[in-house]
């Protein structure tokens, strides 16, 4: 499927970016199924004559293509699944049929997305909406009332990156200025919270761009990154490790006590300013309402 899954990327690829020249035989007639039908983002029927007309006079662009996903649906039929950014971004879905050794598209639809924004600032530079739409937005996420004020006033002080779309915020992380002990020893550690993305902006690789950037961050302002959560898989794809060692709270008034609830939680993120970890060692954070990680 691998193989299959390049080739049809290929040929997507000089479809959408209109570089006919890409395909077999330089034209688009021979990855067109005679039945071709497309349905446009304002809903129009395109046939096959409709598109190689419209493709015919189109210019050359540099569309990307992302989360390219193939799926078979029954012997020599191939569904496709992606998104194309630039200045028009779509979630796009194909149906290729296997005509003698030719892959051909028989179906299309695009369906136009909202384009997104992404910039990041200090809490200080929030403006008064902004701060109240992330916390809808983080309140939107977990709706059963778990995002608390404490989870909000966790997430300030620090820096924010941003996801917005028509003037509102659909995707926010934070990472903030933490002091943790790793066997004793104080390390400034960038603490990551309040990671969101409203669920109708979900799969667009929001939340994906926010943590790379906090990532970038974090690499070049602390020692090291850390982080609770339950959502291990999408953090290590972004090279976030889980802890394995045994996690601590210093109280206010200096005592150490274990949270052995947080050990199976706990992700960090190493930096070129330590050595190289364990991960099994001690590891404290300062105490604070709420949460202590």
Not at 165 to 181: C, S
Not at 225 to 236: D, I, P
């Amino acid at each position: 499927m691998d193989d299959l899954r390049a080739r049809l990327l290929r040929l997507e690829l000089a479809l959408a970016q209109r570089r006919l020249a890409d395909l077999p035989g330089g034209t688009c007639e021979a990855v067109l199924h005679e039945a071709f039908r497309e349905i446009g983002a304002s809903g129009r029927w395109w046939t096959h004559d409709d598109t190689l007309e419209m493709l015919g006079g189109a210019e050359a662009s540099d569309v990307p293509i992302e989360r390219f996903e193939i799926e078979e649906l029954a012997p020599s039929v191939v569904l496709a699944t992606y998104d194309t950014g630039g200045s028009r971004p779509a979630r796009r879905v194909s149906v290729w049929v296997l005509d003698g050794d030719q892959w051909r598209m028989r179906f299309h639809q695009g369906t136009l997305l909202t384009p997104v924004s992404f910039r990041e600032c200090a809490t200080d530079d929030l403006s008064t909406t902004a701060l109240a739409q992330i916390l809808d937005l983080c309140r939107a996420c977990w709706p059963d009332g778990d995002f608390t004020t404490d989870d909000l006033e966790h997430a300030l002080g620090g820096r924010h990156f941003l996801a917005e779309a028509d003037g509102r915020v659909v995707g926010h992380t934070a990472v903030v200025p933490r002091m943790l002990e790793l066997e004793g020893r104080p390390l400034r550690a960038g603490y990551v919270e309040a990671v969101a993305t409203l669920p109708s902006f979900r799969r667009r690789g929001i939340a994906s761009r926010l943590m790379a950037d906090a990532n970038r961050h974090i690499e070049t302002t602390y020692e090291l990154g850390a982080l609770s959560t339950g959502e291990h898989r999408f953090y290590e794809r972004l090279g976030w490790r889980r802890w394995t060692g045994e996690t601590w709270v210093r109280e206010p008034d200096g005592p150490l006590v274990r949270t052995e609830d947080e050990d199976d939680g706990v992700m960090v993120l190493a930096t070129a300013a330590l050595p190289p970890l364990t991960l099994a060692e001690r590891l404290t954070c300062g105490w604070r309402p709420g949460d202590a990680w």
